[in-house]
């Protein structure tokens, strides 16, 4: 039997035998004649491509603004998908009318996926709608006619009108109700949570084959090899609610594989021992790509500059392999073997990723430097976990992506630092060290030179942010 995917587009139940690895946006526009949904770069940068994704987790229904240029159609069973022909109603939303009244449109091209972002926004559970709130929002969209402006004036008539407090902690039902109720989403989506429970299992409906490729979050496999996975045979790891979630036990943190940069960033339990995360997530991607990029695949990608995989290295992570019945566990430190060259099997899967637990006298850190502040990736990044008592240096973990052909833990400069105490001179004794242990490379990233430079600057960053009582920068600039 052919595969099937059962969904609902906008009020549409549909079930087809669309290959699971071809793009939503795709489908969407040459399959439904759903032509809202643009198709921009298809690479996540632009945002035209836009759509409202919902999914039942614990009976609740959750919406996210994800980019459809970068998801497989097999993804969407049991969802509810929302184009922007979804939200139309007999009169403009508020969010359409907004737009209109401050000019925030030109040639119409963005406009689609801006509508989308700001509604999603409205939705989000939990958010307060302010200011600050609209520009997260419109982190992952493009306009190239109207400029910026037109469209945070938009976003402000929004924050008048939907921003009273009442919303911020608001559960997403409630929440729903109300945007129901003031026309900013049509009535139809009252019955989707009910509509949803009532699509049969995917087992039952879909035999499982050996794949030729994983899609996790697809935020890098449709960049790498977006024309080949429509005809391949793929396997949509996000189908696998097992592969999700965060949860802290005997003193280890586990981390579902397909946990996405926003899970992590949001959470409760992570944001205890980095309180600064969410600071930290404003230089990784947009909101968008941020709901779709997992763990998991910023890890298997191999990317000698991935943000994530630079933090869980710092965090002296562990991963969990699975291929049938077999598991096994790799330091992700011993994980890379080359340029892109893993421990791993072709068929094996990153399940789990599991770290210690940081005590109370551990402080975490992360720097990242690109070419531009934000939605870009690092030129050079890096992570440290330092454990101090009484100005001495018990442990630490200190990583740099983007120096090395993989991700770089800096074992003898970590070694270096333990067990000495936390001053200018131990500092200025360790980066002779650091700079033995990386190799960087000119690039279109920036120079060797450069990247020597940031090494230097990092590990000042990262000791004089942490431990400003023992560490100023003034300490290692001073002229005499
Ligand atoms: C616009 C844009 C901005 C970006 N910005 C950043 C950024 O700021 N920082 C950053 O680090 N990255 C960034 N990325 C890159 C990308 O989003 C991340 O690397 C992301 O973590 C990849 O995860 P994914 O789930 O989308 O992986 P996928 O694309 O689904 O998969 C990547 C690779 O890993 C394999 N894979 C995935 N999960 C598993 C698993 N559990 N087990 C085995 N194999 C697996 C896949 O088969 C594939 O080969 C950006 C990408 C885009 C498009
Ligand atoms: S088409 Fe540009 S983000 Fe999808
Ligand atoms: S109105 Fe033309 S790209 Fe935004």
């Known amino acids: 039997m052919a595969w099937q995917t059962h969904f609902i587009l906008n009020n549409q139940k549909i079930i087809t035998s669309e290959s699971p690895g071809t793009l939503v946006l795709d489908y969407l526009r040459r399959r439904e004649r759903l032509v809202g949904t643009k198709e921009g770069c298809k690479e996540g940068d632009c945002g035209a491509c836009m759509v409202l994704v919902g999914e039942l987790v614990d009976n609740q229904i959750e919406y996210m603004p994800m980019t459809s240029c970068l998801m497989p159609v097999g993804e969407l069973h049991g969802k509810h998908l929302v ?17 209109v009244d401050e ?23 939990g958010a307060t709608v302010n200011d600050e709130g609209i520009k997260y929002a419109l982190g992952g969209n493009l306009c190239r006619c109207t400029g910026y402006a037109s469209l945070i004036r938009a976003g402000k008539i929004l924050v008048d009108t939907f921003g009273d407090g009442a919303n911020a902690g608001q559960k997403q039902e409630e929440r729903l109700a109300d945007l129901i109720s003031r026309k900013a989403i049509p009535e139809y989506f009252h019955s989707i949570p009910t509509r949803l429970k009532k699509i049969p299992k995917l087992d039952s409906v879909n035999s499982k084959k050996t794949p030729d490729y994983f899609i996790a979050g697809g935020t890098d496999i449709y960049v790498q090899k977006g024309e080949l996975l429509p005809d391949s045979r793929v396997e949509v790891l996000n189908l696998h609610p097992e592969m999700k979630g965060i949860t802290v036990k005997n003193g280890k943190v586990h981390l579902g594989a397909l946990t996405t940069f926003e899970e992590f960033a949001d959470h409760p339990e992570i944001l205890k021992f980095i309180p600064n995360m969410k600071a930290y997530m404003h230089l990784n991607a947009s909101w968008q790509i941020r709901n779709r990029a997992t763990l998991g695949g910023n890890i298997v990608n191999a990317s000698p500059i991935g943000d994530m995989t630079i933090l869980l290295l710092a965090l002296d992570s562990t991963l969990t392999l699975k291929e049938g019945r077999n598991r096994r566990t790799v330091p992700l430190k011993s994980f ?36 531009r502040r934000t939605l870009d990736i690092a030129s050079v990044n890096s992570a440290i976990k330092v454990q101090a008592e009484d100005g001495l240096i018990k442990d630490v973990h200190l990583t740099m992506g983007g120096v090395a052909p993989v991700p770089l833990f800096l074992e003898q400069t970590s070694e270096y630092l333990q067990g000495n105490i936390l001053n200018k001179e131990t500092i200025m004794g360790a980066l002779p060290i650091a700079m033995a242990e990386v190799s960087p490379i000119s690039d279109v990233r920036g120079s060797a030179e450069y990247k020597r430079l940031l090494v230097r600057q990092f590990m000042i960053g990262h000791v004089t942010k942490l431990f400003p009582e023992y560490l100023k920068v003034r300490d290692f600039y001073e002229t005499h």
């Open 83 to 99: 184009t922007v022909e979804g939200l139309n109603q007999e009169h403009l939303t508020p969010v359409q009318q907004a737009i």
């Open 336 to 371: 890379y073997k080359g340029y892109k060259v893993l421990d791993k099997t072709p068929k094996e899967i990153v399940t789990e990723i599991t770290f210690p637990l940081p005590g109370p006298e551990t402080k975490i850190h992360f720097e990242k430097v690109s070419k």
């Open 103 to 125: 000019g925030g449109t030109q040639c119409g091209f963005c406009t689609p996926g801006i509508v989308v972002s700001m509604t999603a926004y409205l939705m989000k559970s």
